[in-house]
């Protein structure tokens, strides 16, 4: 008789074991999901706080990161032994201006209108809005709008570029700095003009 040949003891012994472990499982599911329960409700004192929103977003740059260093690794694009104090500079102008862009700006509002709600104007050229909270569109629709957290996912976008495509993410950064440096010289060209002729 072949020992290895399946016997309906040895099938429901299987069965039962299989049974067991999705037993095992589902009971550490549910433990899980009651801390999550309770963490976030101490946790928001209860205000509104999108816990679960925040941990899928912390995931997605995780993975979105993840990607980036994979594909510089597989390139084998040296890593500088110290970042350049000229591209912390090029690259701190750059992100702040392309998430200001991309978080504030007018004509980018098409991209945050599925998340978001029009408030009023804000600034020259730039919008006040506000997350959908309907729809699990809030942790989206408070990253879109706010600066410093697009920054974040803006950054690390640049540096990997730098890695990857130095010249073109170098040229694409100094185009976003000079952007950065004529909105300057605009609102100190409008606030010399206001200060000149008496207009408020």
């Known amino acids: 008789m072949d020992p290895l040949a399946t016997t309906p003891?040895?099938?429901?012994?299987?069965?039962?074991?299989?049974?067991?472990?999705?037993?095992?499982?589902?009971?550490?599911?549910?433990?899980?999901?009651?801390?999550?329960?309770?963490?976030?409700?101490?946790?928001?004192?209860?205000?509104?706080?999108?816990?679960?929103?925040?941990l899928a977003s912390m995931t997605g740059f995780g993975a979105y990161t993840a990607a980036w260093a994979t594909a510089v690794r597989l390139r084998g694009s040296p890593l500088p032994d110290r970042p350049q104090p000229w591209d912390v500079v090029l690259t701190s102008v750059a992100t702040f201006r392309l998430s200001r862009l991309l978080s504030k700006a007018s004509v980018t509002s098409p991209l945050r209108a599925p998340f978001t709600r029009y408030v009023g104007p804000q600034g020259p050229a730039e919008l006040h809005e506000?997350?959908?909270?309907?729809?699990?569109?809030d942790t989206v629709g408070e990253?879109?709008?706010?600066?410093?957290?697009?920054s974040v996912w803006v950054v690390s976008t640049l540096t990997a570029g730098q890695l990857l495509w130095p010249r073109a993410t170098r040229t694409a950064m100094g185009a976003l700095a000079a952007l950065a440096g004529a909105d300057a010289?605009?609102?100190?060209?409008?606030?010399?003009?206001?200060?000149?002729?008496?207009d408020d």
Do not use: I, W
């Open 130 to 137: 506000e997350a959908q909270p309907e729809g699990g569109r």
């Open 185 to 198: 010289l605009q609102l100190a060209y409008g606030a010399l003009v206001s200060r000149t002729t008496g």
């Open 9 to 54: 003891d040895n099938r429901a012994e299987t069965t039962g074991d299989a049974a067991a472990d999705k037993t095992a499982d589902n009971r550490l599911a549910r433990r899980l999901r009651e801390f999550a329960r309770r963490t976030g409700r101490r946790y928001s004192a209860g205000h509104d706080r999108p816990l679960g929103g925040y």
């Open 143 to 150: 990253l879109v709008t706010c600066p410093f957290c697009t």
